[in-house]
Protein backbone atom coordinates (compact mmCIF):
# COMPACT_ATOMS: atom_id res chain seq x y z
CA UNK A 1 0.00 0.00 0.00
CA UNK A 2 1.02 3.57 -1.08
CA UNK A 3 1.24 6.33 1.60
CA UNK A 4 0.86 9.84 0.52
CA UNK A 5 3.60 12.06 1.87
CA UNK A 6 2.81 15.28 0.37
CA UNK A 7 0.60 16.94 3.22
CA UNK A 8 3.04 16.01 5.82
CA UNK A 9 5.83 17.78 3.73
CA UNK A 10 3.98 20.45 3.55
CA UNK A 11 4.44 21.54 7.16
CA UNK A 12 7.36 21.12 9.63
CA UNK A 13 6.12 19.18 12.67
CA UNK A 14 3.54 17.75 11.02
CA UNK A 15 3.06 14.10 12.40
CA UNK A 16 0.44 11.77 10.83
CA UNK A 17 0.12 8.05 11.92
CA UNK A 18 -1.54 5.07 9.96
CA UNK A 19 -2.65 1.38 10.27
CA UNK A 20 -1.59 -0.40 6.90
CA UNK A 21 -2.57 -4.07 6.69
CA UNK A 22 -0.24 -6.03 5.16
CA UNK A 23 -1.24 -8.05 1.37
CA UNK A 24 1.31 -9.88 1.22
CA UNK A 25 -0.03 -13.85 1.72
CA UNK A 26 3.76 -14.66 0.88
CA UNK A 27 7.71 -13.37 1.64
CA UNK A 28 9.63 -13.36 -1.51
CA UNK A 29 12.95 -12.60 -1.11
CA UNK A 30 16.25 -13.79 -2.56
CA UNK A 31 16.28 -16.27 0.16
CA UNK A 32 13.42 -17.70 -1.00
CA UNK A 33 9.51 -17.94 -0.89
CA UNK A 34 8.10 -17.82 2.80
CA UNK A 35 4.54 -18.15 3.40
CA UNK A 36 3.02 -15.94 5.62
CA UNK A 37 1.00 -17.51 8.24
CA UNK A 38 -0.58 -14.71 10.40
CA UNK A 39 -0.14 -11.10 10.18
CA UNK A 40 -1.40 -7.74 11.79
CA UNK A 41 -1.90 -4.31 10.57
CA UNK A 42 1.51 -2.07 10.31
CA UNK A 43 1.28 0.60 12.60
CA UNK A 44 3.09 3.43 11.30
CA UNK A 45 4.47 7.13 12.51
CA UNK A 46 5.46 10.04 10.12
CA UNK A 47 7.04 13.33 11.50
CA UNK A 48 8.03 15.88 9.30
CA UNK A 49 10.87 17.31 11.44
CA UNK A 50 12.07 20.04 9.61
CA UNK A 51 14.33 20.76 6.54
CA UNK A 52 12.27 18.03 4.86
CA UNK A 53 13.40 15.35 6.87
CA UNK A 54 11.42 12.67 7.60
CA UNK A 55 10.98 10.56 10.84
CA UNK A 56 9.45 7.27 10.29
CA UNK A 57 8.95 4.60 12.98
CA UNK A 58 6.43 1.84 13.70
CA UNK A 59 5.72 -1.56 14.28
CA UNK A 60 4.50 -4.93 12.20
CA UNK A 61 3.80 -8.60 14.18
CA UNK A 62 4.04 -11.40 11.11
CA UNK A 63 4.57 -14.84 11.80
CA UNK A 64 6.38 -16.76 8.37
CA UNK A 65 6.30 -20.40 7.92
CA UNK A 66 9.94 -21.17 7.31
CA UNK A 67 11.61 -24.65 6.63
CA UNK A 68 13.76 -26.32 9.19
CA UNK A 69 17.65 -25.96 8.13
CA UNK A 70 17.81 -29.54 9.19
CA UNK A 71 14.89 -31.44 8.28
CA UNK A 72 12.75 -28.81 6.17
CA UNK A 73 9.93 -29.22 7.86
CA UNK A 74 8.14 -25.72 8.33
CA UNK A 75 8.49 -23.50 10.73
CA UNK A 76 6.42 -21.07 12.06
CA UNK A 77 8.59 -18.13 12.77
CA UNK A 78 7.76 -14.70 14.80
CA UNK A 79 8.53 -11.62 14.03
CA UNK A 80 8.04 -8.88 16.38
CA UNK A 81 9.09 -5.89 14.47
CA UNK A 82 10.29 -2.26 15.47
CA UNK A 83 11.83 0.49 13.22
CA UNK A 84 13.21 3.70 13.06
CA UNK A 85 14.28 5.54 10.04
CA UNK A 86 15.14 8.79 9.28
CA UNK A 87 14.53 9.77 5.64
CA UNK A 88 16.35 13.01 3.75
CA UNK A 89 13.93 13.80 1.52
CA UNK A 90 16.11 16.08 -0.18
CA UNK A 91 18.44 13.72 -1.36
CA UNK A 92 17.52 12.29 -4.66
CA UNK A 93 16.20 8.03 -4.49
CA UNK A 94 19.50 7.47 -5.65
CA UNK A 95 21.74 9.05 -2.95
CA UNK A 96 18.95 7.38 -0.35
CA UNK A 97 19.46 4.01 -1.76
CA UNK A 98 23.30 4.21 -1.45
CA UNK A 99 22.93 5.60 1.91
CA UNK A 100 20.79 3.05 3.05
CA UNK A 101 22.22 0.07 0.51
CA UNK A 102 18.44 -1.67 0.51
CA UNK A 103 15.76 -1.49 -1.67
CA UNK A 104 14.19 2.06 -1.72
CA UNK A 105 10.72 2.37 -0.46
CA UNK A 106 10.15 5.69 -1.30
CA UNK A 107 9.55 6.70 -4.52
CA UNK A 108 8.60 10.86 -5.30
CA UNK A 109 6.42 11.32 -2.21
CA UNK A 110 5.27 8.02 -2.45
CA UNK A 111 6.20 5.52 1.20
CA UNK A 112 5.94 1.88 -0.29
CA UNK A 113 4.81 0.27 3.35
CA UNK A 114 4.98 -3.46 1.80
CA UNK A 115 8.71 -2.64 0.99
CA UNK A 116 9.50 -0.85 4.09
CA UNK A 117 8.28 -4.26 5.70
CA UNK A 118 10.08 -6.69 3.40
CA UNK A 119 13.38 -4.72 4.06
CA UNK A 120 12.84 -4.81 7.54
CA UNK A 121 11.78 -8.61 7.40
CA UNK A 122 15.49 -9.20 5.57
CA UNK A 123 17.46 -7.42 8.26
CA UNK A 124 15.26 -9.48 10.74
CA UNK A 125 15.84 -12.65 9.15
CA UNK A 126 17.03 -15.77 11.75
CA UNK A 127 20.07 -17.07 10.42
CA UNK A 128 18.94 -21.01 11.07
CA UNK A 129 15.68 -21.66 12.05
CA UNK A 130 15.04 -24.99 13.80
CA UNK A 131 12.08 -26.88 14.77
CA UNK A 132 14.16 -27.87 17.94
CA UNK A 133 17.63 -28.13 19.12
CA UNK A 134 18.15 -31.31 18.74
CA UNK A 135 16.19 -31.83 15.26
CA UNK A 136 18.12 -35.21 13.63
CA UNK A 137 17.34 -33.83 10.45
CA UNK A 138 16.88 -36.00 7.82
CA UNK A 139 18.87 -39.13 7.21
CA UNK A 140 21.44 -38.45 3.63
CA UNK A 141 20.74 -41.87 1.99
CA UNK A 142 17.25 -42.22 1.93
CA UNK A 143 15.67 -38.79 2.91
CA UNK A 144 13.43 -39.90 5.57
CA UNK A 145 12.98 -37.55 8.45
CA UNK A 146 14.65 -38.53 11.32
CA UNK A 147 12.40 -37.63 13.89
CA UNK A 148 9.99 -39.44 13.06
CA UNK A 149 11.42 -42.64 12.09
CA UNK A 150 14.86 -44.27 12.01
CA UNK A 151 15.37 -45.65 8.94
CA UNK A 152 17.69 -48.22 9.18
CA UNK A 153 20.53 -46.93 7.05
CA UNK A 154 24.24 -47.18 7.80
CA UNK A 155 23.77 -45.80 11.60
CA UNK A 156 27.31 -43.85 10.86
CA UNK A 157 25.00 -41.37 9.31
CA UNK A 158 22.90 -41.29 12.03
CA UNK A 159 25.31 -39.58 14.57
CA UNK A 160 23.92 -36.42 15.44
CA UNK A 161 27.11 -34.23 15.30
CA UNK A 162 26.88 -35.40 11.82
CA UNK A 163 23.35 -33.25 11.39
CA UNK A 164 25.43 -30.43 12.94
CA UNK A 165 28.23 -30.74 10.32
CA UNK A 166 25.91 -31.16 7.60
CA UNK A 167 24.61 -27.49 8.80
CA UNK A 168 27.54 -25.96 8.81
CA UNK A 169 28.25 -26.98 4.96
CA UNK A 170 24.74 -25.90 3.97
CA UNK A 171 25.10 -22.41 5.72
CA UNK A 172 28.48 -22.46 4.16
CA UNK A 173 27.37 -23.68 0.55
CA UNK A 174 24.39 -20.27 0.53
CA UNK A 175 27.34 -17.91 0.81
ZN1 LIG B 1 13.98 -30.01 11.91
ZN1 LIG C 1 17.80 -43.63 5.68
Known sequence: MLIQLSRILSQDGKREQFEIPVE???????LGEFPVVQKSPIQLTVINTGRR???ISG?????????????????????DLSFEREID????EEERREELDECS????????AEQLLCNELLINWPIRVLCREDCKGICSRCGANLNIQDCGCDTTELDPRMAAIRDIFSEFNKK
Open 53 to 55: VLK
Open 24 to 30: MECFSCR
Open 105 to 112: YISGTELD
Open 89 to 92: MKLS
Open 59 to 79: DAKLVISIPCARCLEPVDTEF
